[in-house]
Every structure is written in structure tokens, then in C-alpha cells.
């Protein structure tokens, strides 16, 4: 009687190792994509942006409209 008890109890904390290690082990690693760095960059920047605008062509950028204006030369 006392041996099967032994190897139930066995058996119970065999079982409750393989569940523990399996969630210890089961952390995923977070991997951050650009995106989520560009929108870390954004938040921290704050309302006022970097103050410089880059494009081509009329653009907005930080709060004004600036139009792009071609001047031919004949």
C-alpha cells in the first residue's frame, strides 16, 4: 500500500515539473519591428515634431501648409 502511494506521489510531482518548465519555458521574446520604434521616436518627440520637413512637391509639416511653386525661365 505504501509503495503505490509512493509512486502516485511520484508520479504527481513528475507531472507538476513538466507543467511548471513548460510555462517558464514558454516565454516568448518580444521582438520590435521599425514601425514600432517610429512610433516610440513619435511619442517622444512630442506635438511639435523634429522641425525639418522632407519631401517633394507642396507638403505639411509642422502645422503649416507650404506650397511648391515652379518657375519656368524663358
Given at each position: 500500500m ?41 511619442l517622444?518627440?512630442g506635438?511639435?515634431g ?25
Amino acid at each position: 500500500m505504501k509503495r503505490l502511494i509512493i509512486k502516485k506521489a511520484c508520479a504527481i510531482i513528475f507531472i507538476c515539473i513538466l507543467c511548471a518548465s513548460y510555462f517558464f519555458l514558454k516565454e516568448e521574446k518580444q521582438n520590435f519591428t521599425d514601425l514600432t520604434f517610429s512610433n516610440i521616436e513619435a511619442l517622444a518627440s512630442g506635438e511639435s515634431g523634429s522641425g525639418a520637413c522632407f519631401g517633394a512637391g507642396s507638403l505639411s509639416c509642422n502645422g503649416g501648409y507650404y506650397e511648391y511653386k515652379f518657375y519656368s525661365l524663358k
